[in-house]
């Protein structure tokens, strides 16, 4: 299995959110919105293990890839203090994800936020497989989960070794009650659950960052039907741009970013290129392709 590279490599020049641009509407979210994010993973969940439990069970797979997903954007916008609730109710959905997930989102909470501040620098713990090919971030990716947890005890301090400690006590707790219930559909969650934090290296990380080293771009970012089908997740510069609007107006911001700011949907570079819409003639025109990426640095 491949090792985790050394990170001495330099921090790259990275683009920075456009001077003069107005985002900040983009972090009003409705009161309820919360309730939505909170209830996303939850018929994905129920599904799973109905599938799990009955002959159509080959499907459930299917059902845990979108309830894991699910719960990554629910994580993310708690690590993002973007849920609109109080800091402490941050970390508690973190924790009680992490048992959900099989994993510490609390390692995954230290080593994201380290990876806004050195975006594939040489303290980017999470984002250093986006320079591994392919075949060799999915080798790695058993090791991934392990060298988050690794930097957050070592890095964090008291504060994040409690945190992953109430993690992998929830986690312990929920995988035995699983594993010992004797049902199917709850041991087969607990074993895919495995296999996506084993996962999360790639689906994650790798494909919303792979190929931008050298291009000066915070991330790839993807629209049309699989943007819609990553749950917005795939909007993934404009996060890095806008950290603080929430992955419900991650959208809207995009539209906007595309139409106002000059070279910004010319420099785009897509997770997919699959049923992703080249940018309007109009876009194209006000944007222009030359030197595009570096209108908004």
């Known amino acids: 299995m491949p090792s985790a590279p050394s ?16 985002w900040q509407e983009f972090t009003a979210i409705p009161r ?26 080959f499907l459930g797979p ?37 048992a959900l997930m099989m994993g510490s989102n609390h390692a995954d909470a230290f080593c994201h936020l380290q990876h806004h501040k050195d975006t594939l620098g040489a303290d980017d713990h999470e984002g250093h497989c986006a320079t591994m090919p392919a075949w060799q971030v999915l080798l790695y990716g058993p090791r991934f989960p392990v060298d988050l947890n690794l930097a957050a005890w070592r890095q964090g301090g008291p504060v994040w070794r409690r945190r992953l400690l109430i993690d992998w006590l929830l986690v312990a707790g929920f995988g035995a009650l ?11 969650h607990v074993l895919f659950m495995l296999l996506g934090q084993c996962m999360t290296a790639f689906f994650a990380v790798w494909i919303t960052h792979q190929g931008t080293i050298g291009t000066g771009l915070a991330g790839r970012s993807q629209r049309g039907p699989m943007a819609w089908l990553a749950y917005q997740m795939f909007y993934h510069r404009e996060h890095h741009l ?22 910004y949907a010319a420099a785009r570079l897509p997770v997919t290129e699959v049923l992703d819409p080249a940018p309007a003639p109009a876009v194209r025109a006000a944007t222009g392709a030359q030197g595009a990426s570096q209108e908004v640095r």
């Not at 309820?32 to 069970?57: D, H, M, R, T």
């Not at 004797?182 to 041991?187: A, K």
């Not at 806008?242 to 970013?257: C, G, I, N, Q």
């Open 7 to 22: 990170a001495a490599h330099p921090s790259p020049e990275i683009e920075r959110a456009p001077r003069n641009f107005a």
């Open 32 to 57: 309820y919105q919360f309730l939505i994010e909170l209830a996303l993973p939850l018929p994905w969940l129920l599904l799973s293990v109905w599938l799990y439990n009955g002959s159509l069970w």
């Open 62 to 98: 299917i059902a845990s890839f979108f309830f894991f997903l699910c719960c990554l954007r629910l994580n993310h916008e708690a690590i993002h203090n973007n849920l609109g609730l109080a800091r402490r109710w941050d970390h508690v959905v973190m924790h009680g994800l992490g």
């Open 178 to 188: 699983c594993l010992s219930s004797g049902l199917r559909g709850l041991q087969l």
């Open 242 to 263: 806008f950290p603080k609007v929430p992955v419900s107006r991650l959208k809207d911001l995009a539209e906007r970013l595309d139409r106002d700011v000059p070279g």
